[in-house]
Antibody, heavy 122, light 109 residues
Framework: QVQLVQSGAEVKKPGASVKVSCKAS????????IHWVRQAPGQGLEWMGI????????SYAQKFQSRVTMTSDTSTNTVYMELTSLRSEDTAVYYC???????????????WGQGTLVTVSS | EVVMTQSPGTLSLSPGERATLSCRAS???????LAWYQQKPGQAPRLLIY???NRATGIPDRFSGSGSGTDFTLTISRLEPEDFAVYFC??????????FGQGTRLEIK
């Protein structure tokens, strides 16, 4: 079945960087875009950006433009999200999610990875 | 950027009742780009509805979506115990702009 499996929880100090992985299986990896979304404790969903695993082109939300880098490795069907200059407000669960196929007139995120908790604390 | 506003913030109902959740966009949007998700505690969001009115695979028919322009609705016809969760609407505005509503918490009365 289609599945996205993310790396485990991380604890980082302010100013550090974190890199979260998202491994895809059950479908043709290069045919679907992958989105990253985060959720601070008790809060809503915040979109961070998108990567096309085929070719690696990216587009980031303006808020994260200067601090986020998304990459892909087609040999392992894995995408990565790296966030730098971490601060306490970056404490959140980070999700990857597969986008709808480009041929569709619709847009949705399905499925989602299980989430990766990143805690930023001194 | 399109702002999505959901109401109410919390909805208290009993199993068997009908739930009506609202999502309003700050400007008119294409129905094709409106989706609804369900999130239970400790879990990732799950796609319920796409294109404003199309149920995702495996979603029970008690869930339905409707609306156009700026006003969209998610309806759960008869609440089951497993339906009590948080619901988010989403607008896909392109590769630089995806926005979510703040969520509606559906709780057992």
């Amino acid at each position: 079945q289609v599945q996205l499996v993310q790396s485990g929880a991380e604890v980082k100090k302010p100013g550090a960087s974190v890199k979260v992985s998202c491994k895809a299986s059950g479908y043709t990896f290069s045919n679907y875009l992958i989105h990253w979304v985060r959720q601070a404790p008790g809060q809503g969903l915040e979109w961070m950006g998108i990567i096309n695993p085929s070719g690696g082109s990216t587009s980031y939300a303006q808020k994260f433009q200067s601090r986020v880098t998304m990459t892909s490795d087609t040999s392992t069907n894995t995408v990565y999200m790296e966030l730098t200059s971490l601060r306490s407000e970056d404490t959140a669960v980070y999700y990857c999610a597969r986008g709808a196929p480009g041929s569709s007139i619709y847009r949705w995120f399905d499925p989602w990875g299980q989430g990766t908790l990143v805690t930023v604390s001194s | 950027e399109v702002v999505m506003t959901q109401s109410p913030g919390t909805l208290s109902l009993s199993p068997g009742e009908r739930a009506t959740l609202s999502c309003r966009a700050s400007q008119s949007i294409s129905s094709n780009l409106l989706a609804w998700y369900q999130q239970k505690p400790g879990q990732a969001p799950r796609l319920l509805i796409y294109g404003a009115a199309n149920r995702a695979t495996g979603i029970p028919d008690r869930f339905s979506g409707s609306g156009s322009g700026t006003d969209f609705t998610l309806t759960i016809s008869r609440l089951e115990p497993e339906d009590f969760a948080v619901y988010f609407c989403q607008h896909y505005g392109g590769s630089r702009s995806v926005t979510f509503g703040q969520g509606t918490r559906l709780e057992i009365k």
